[in-house]
Every structure is written in structure tokens, then in C-alpha cells.
């Protein structure tokens, strides 16, 4: 297994908010890519990226949120 880099936290932050904002992993990509964030390894981001990053920092699950009556919470939703 290769040497895993390092992702700064904000931009976790950004990916899982998008996600749970119902962006597509292949929206939230684009999305990164036309900012100009750089992938840890300082390349492009794909929508298999988006989903390696949030499997891995959620235990393998997916996230869904709910903003009803204005109050956010991030649900684990089981693969």
C-alpha cells in the first residue's frame, strides 16, 4: 500500500457538507475542481475520490442530512 497524503480537515469539511447538501460525488468534483483545491496527491478530482473520502472518514457509510426546522444532523446511512 502507497503512502497516504494528507488532506487539509477544511476541505473534508467542504466535501461533507456538499454531500449533505444532496451535491453528486460528480458535482462535488467539479465543483473542487474549477476552485482550484488540490487532491492530497495535488491532482484532479473524481467523483471516486469524493466517495474514498467519505467512506473512509465515516466508517464505510454513507451520509444523508436533514434540515428540517432548520436544525442540521448527519445521519450514517448503512451501505
Known sequence: ???????????????????????SMAKIADTLN???VATAAGGRWYA??????????????????DTRNGSLRITPVPA
Open 48 to 65: 471516486s475520490t469524493i466517495k474514498q473520502i467519505l467512506d473512509s472518514r465515516n466508517g464505510g457509510r454513507a451520509l444523508s442530512g
Open 34 to 36: 474549477q476552485n482550484g
Open 1 to 23: 500500500m502507497g503512502r497516504r497524503s494528507a488532506l487539509p480537515q477544511s476541505t473534508v469539511n467542504r466535501i461533507k457538507e456538499a454531500r449533505v447538501d444532496a451535491l
